[in-house]
């Protein structure tokens, strides 16, 4: 039987390997769309496959059809109602999107180049004065500096740690509940999964983060800390809570898998889509797709 300590340590390295998604911001080199949408699928194939192969059918073999099921509505529902409660901000390439709650000043304060949007001229073409405008001057100053009293650091740590937990939990979960119901071997390969889809992950982190001018180090440790928080404590969390609950194996590995394919379909495919890459992101989905089905074969062997 593994234990907690065992749990943790193997959560936390598969949560290490999101910070390697961050190195590409060390050489600071321009980062294409289609690299990114194609980093995206990726790693959107390898959570749909790890949720079916990984926690969906190994529960219907403990369990029953429906006990998986529901425990799969509820955890896609859970991460869908969290997404719309909690205030956070969502990374995008080379962007900062503020969902739940959270406003535009919010993304601003990170500074996405995107947050207040186009400005529309309504009153015909703008002309220019024949000398400076103070009274303009003096407004965007004042504007300037109220928008730097609302860059604390506590809210931005929660509406980044928000996105972060909804996107890493539902992987650390279902670690943790496959090793508390004695499928080591399922397990493992969940971490080995989740830790090649973090790299990908890290990257779709970062690259927005360094747009924002912070040092590559804390980009990196930011990075780092993104996937190895949320996933240790959610793979503890799980596996307590199967480990206390004999049979809940069913329902538990139901509520990760559907909390991991309503990320894979709220965040990772709507993000790689809508640059002209759509076939970039597709091919790279199912190349995930495949390495999962081929990577839980040699495990099984």
Not at 184 to 202: F, K, S
């Amino acid at each position: 039987m593994t234990t907690l300590p065992a749990v943790v340590t193997i959560s936390g390295v598969a949560g290490v390997a999101t910070g390697l998604g961050a190195l590409p911001v060390f050489v600071r080199a321009r980062v294409t769309h289609r690299i990114y949408d194609a980093a995206l699928g990726l790693a959107a194939g390898l959570m749909v496959a790890a949720s079916v192969f990984g926690l969906i059918l190994p529960g219907m073999e403990e369990g029953t059809l429906g006990e998986v099921m529901v425990g799969l509505l509820l955890g896609g529902g859970a991460l869908l109602g969290g997404n719309y409660a909690i205030p956070h901000l969502h990374a995008q390439y080379r962007a900062w999107l503020p969902e739940g709650g959270a406003t535009s000043d919010d993304a601003a304060s990170i500074g996405s180049p995107f947050a207040s949007g186009p400005v529309e001229l309504t009153n015909g073409p703008v002309e220019l004065a024949d000398g400076p405008d103070t009274g303009t001057a003096a407004a965007a100053d004042t504007e300037r500096e109220q928008r730097a009293a609302r860059e604390v650091t506590f809210r931005k740590a929660l509406l980044i740690g928000g996105a972060i937990t909804l996107h890493n939990a539902p992987e650390g979960l279902a670690i943790g509940v496959a090793f508390a119901s004695g499928l080591e071997e399922v397990a493992l390969l969940l971490a080995v999964v989740i830790g090649l889809q973090n790299v990908p992950d890290g990257f779709a982190f970062a690259v927005p983060m360094a747009d924002t001018g912070m040092s590559n180090l804390r980009v990196l440790w930011y990075t780092t800390l993104s996937g190895v928080v949320p996933q240790v404590v959610a793979s503890a969390f799980g596996f307590s809570l199967v480990s206390l609950a004999a049979g809940l194996f069913p329902v538990a590995s139901g509520f990760a898998a559907g909390a991991m394919l309503a990320v894979v379909f709220r965040e990772l495919i709507p993000s790689s889509h809508g640059h002209g890459h759509a076939d970039a992101a597709t091919g790279a989905f199912l190349v995930g797709f495949v390495l999962l089905v081929v990577v839980d074969e040699l495990v099984v062997v």
